[in-house]
């Protein structure tokens, strides 16, 4: 299927991650077909990772959240009916030529469907959910159900004569001046410019996946390692109600992170991963940001598959994870949670230290707030 149309539409919805993840498919289309209108259709949460992207021509926002919340109101029944009969209209005036769903599941294929496209693109039956294929008419098989969701990207369009090198395609953030300059103040008030490394620690996770946490008072006893042994500064970032996390750990503490300031945009967070020397963190979205921005990542691994979701990019990474007979899996309601428990903050200290090793210090600490 050799492309030739005016207009393309990238199905992925969320979560952030996979969004994210998604972006170096962006990149090798915008490369290889640099006059073509590209939009991207995404839910909500993952609106401001795309908001004024400079490879996209358009961002369609699907108000899935709102609209499941109202129609259950029997007040805003007809109204939120009215509302997506509108919006299924709006999507079917912009003509677009192909679909291509980088997604896999139900909603993604009738999204694509809905949009009247002549062409829509996926995987077959076999690496996608909930009768998705039936709603593509063109379907590309993969060399592997286990490959990390990068390459699995980026392989959909070879269906259209692409063959991206994975390792040249990037994932481009869409970054202004206002996020730099609150990201540039809260380093200027917070961080002594004299102290390297520095480490950014994310513990948190989406809401949902409590399951793939490593315990608190291990990323304590991490955090005042790092200090005392390297005599750097350490910054824990966090997102809505995962201040309560990151208040727990320092709690533990002995000496004193820094907290990082509320970031209101993921804008404002690629900004601060992209100023630190180092990543440490679970499987999440801000690993991924760490990654493709290159920057060192230290990953802890419990239930999730490495293959699959392993930090992607020419930066240096560990995965520190335990390899047991029940892991990977999706079980979110396991009660032993023997793959994070098992890994200890001495082993995430180890792969820590092994990556800043490799650090080059800067000549002058000043640069830092300039670049």
């Known amino acids: 299927m050799l492309f030739s149309g005016k ?219 790092l200090i005392e042994n390297y005599n750097g500064e350490v910054i824990f970032t966090w997102g809505g109600s995962e201040i309560k996390t990151v208040q727990e750990i320092t709690s533990m503490m002995k000496n004193d992170p820094v907290i990082a300031c509320p970031t209101t945009s993921l804008r404002q967070l690629v900004h601060l991963i992209k100023r630190c020397d180092l990543y440490i963190g679970g499987d999440t979205a801000p690993m991924h940001i760490a990654a493709f921005s290159h920057v060192p990542v230290v990953a802890i691994f419990g239930p999730t598959d490495p293959v699959i979701n392993a930090p992607f990019g020419d930066n240096s990474s560990f995965i520190v994870r335990k390899d047991l007979p029940c892991s990977p899996c999706r079980d979110r309601k396991c009660k032993t949670r023997e793959c994070t428990k098992k890994i200890s903050p001495d082993e995430v200290f180890t792969a820590a230290k092994n990556l800043i090793r490799h650090i080059q210090p800067m000549e002058n600490q000043e640069e830092i707030y300039a670049d």
């Open 7 to 225: 207009k393309i539409l990238m199905v992925r919805l969320g979560a952030i991650g996979d969004v994210i993840r998604t972006l170096p498919a962006l990149d090798a289309l915008r490369k290889n077909f640099p006059a073509v209108h590209i939009a991207w259709i995404v839910e909500e949460k993952s609106e401001s990772i795309l908001a004024g992207h400079p490879q996209l021509d358009e961002l369609i926002i699907i108000q899935r959240k709102k609209w499941a919340a109202n129609i259950l109101e029997p007040a805003m029944f007809f109204p939120t009916i009215k509302e997506v009969l509108l919006f299924i209209k709006e999507l079917r005036g912009k003509s677009f030529d192909l679909v291509l769903d980088f997604h896999g599941i139900f909603k993604s294929g009738l999204t694509g469907f809905l949009s009247g496209a002549s062409q829509r693109l996926g995987f077959t039956r076999k690496f996608t959910k909930e009768i998705n294929f039936l709603f593509n008419n063109y379907r590309i098989d993969l060399p592997s159900e286990k490959m990390n969701r990068v390459e699995r990207n980026l392989f959909l369009l070879r269906q259209m004569g692409i063959s991206p090198d994975p390792h040249r395609s990037q994932a481009v953030f869409p970054l202004f001046n206002e996020d730099k300059e609150k990201i540039d103040t809260f380093f200027r008030e917070n961080l002594d410019p004299g102290r390297k490394p520095v480490i950014v620690i994310h513990a948190g996770s989406s809401e949902g996946t409590g399951y793939k946490r490593w315990e608190p008072a291990k990323y304590a006893r991490l955090a005042d390692a």
